[in-house]
Nanobody, 115 residues
């Protein structure tokens, strides 16, 4: 059974940092494109960052220079290092693996940025 499990969310003050991790199980390979999405209350889910199997990255303009996505193909994990967090980063963060029509999601982890 394919499963993605996120961890690392929590409450942090503005300007602080968090590191999210996503662990995969049940996958026979790691050649998927891995990504982090987020969804704030009342808003649509949006792409935060993405990394291909070859290591090409993409970041939403709102997080460029503050967030870093990384993957470990051997361990089948993808992390999101989030620095200089802002209240507008508050959302549920979801891990996503995609390869062609195969599209898998984790259940999400809550990140709250508040003083």
């Amino acid at each position: 059974q394919v499963q993605l499990v996120e961890s690392g969310g929590g409450l942090v003050q503005p300007g602080g940092s968090l590191r999210l991790s996503c662990a995969a199980s049940g996958f026979t390979s790691s050649i998927y494109t891995m990504a982090w999405y987020r969804q704030a209350p009342g808003k649509q889910r949006e792409l935060v960052a993405r990394v291909t199997y070859g290591g090409t990255t993409y970041y939403a303009d709102s997080v460029k220079g503050r967030f870093t996505i990384s993957r470990d193909n051997a361990k089948k994990t993808v992390d999101l290092q989030m620095n200089t967090l802002k209240p507008e980063d508050t959302a549920v963060y979801y891990c996503n693996w995609k390869l062609g029509s195969n599209d898998y999601w984790g259940r999400g982890t809550q990140v709250t940025v508040s003083s």
